[in-house]
Nanobody, 116 residues
Framework: QVQLVESGGGLVQAGGSLRLSCAAS????????MGWYRQAPGKRRERVAD???????NYADSVKGRFTISRDNAKNTMYLQMNSLKPEDTAVYYC??????????WGQGTQVTVSS
């Protein structure tokens, strides 16, 4: 079992920055893909970015060039550095681990609010 705890959300003005953290307890396998998702009110949850243990990353087009995902395998921790934030980035951000393609673990989410 994997338990995920996000932190670092909050209220920030447009153009500002936030850094989210996701701490994982339990074993994280080298084959696990870790990622960040977000869900805005009335919208479907969408993938923001993900990262393999080798450091290979993927980003949603909407955040490319502004967000950076990273992972500390020794600490079982993942980060999301968010710069140049926009009001449309407002959402609950969730930490995710995908194991063996079919098993998903989720955190409880952290609120990010960007004011205009």
């Amino acid at each position: 079992q994997v338990q995920l705890v996000e932190s670092g959300g909050g209220l920030v003005q447009a153009g500002g920055s936030l850094r989210l953290s996701c701490a994982a307890s339990g074993s994280i396998f080298s084959s696990d893909v870790m990622g960040w998702y977000r869900q805005a009110p009335g919208k479907r949850r969408e993938r923001v970015a993900d990262i393999t243990s080798a450091g290979s990353t993927n980003y949603a087009d909407s955040v490319k060039g502004r967000f950076t995902i990273s992972r500390d395998n020794a600490k079982n921790t993942m980060y999301l550095q968010m710069n140049s934030l926009k009001p449309e980035d407002t959402a609950v951000y969730y930490c995710n681990v995908v194991r063996w393609i079919t098993t998903n673990y989720w955190g409880q989410g952290t609120q990010v609010t960007v004011s205009s």
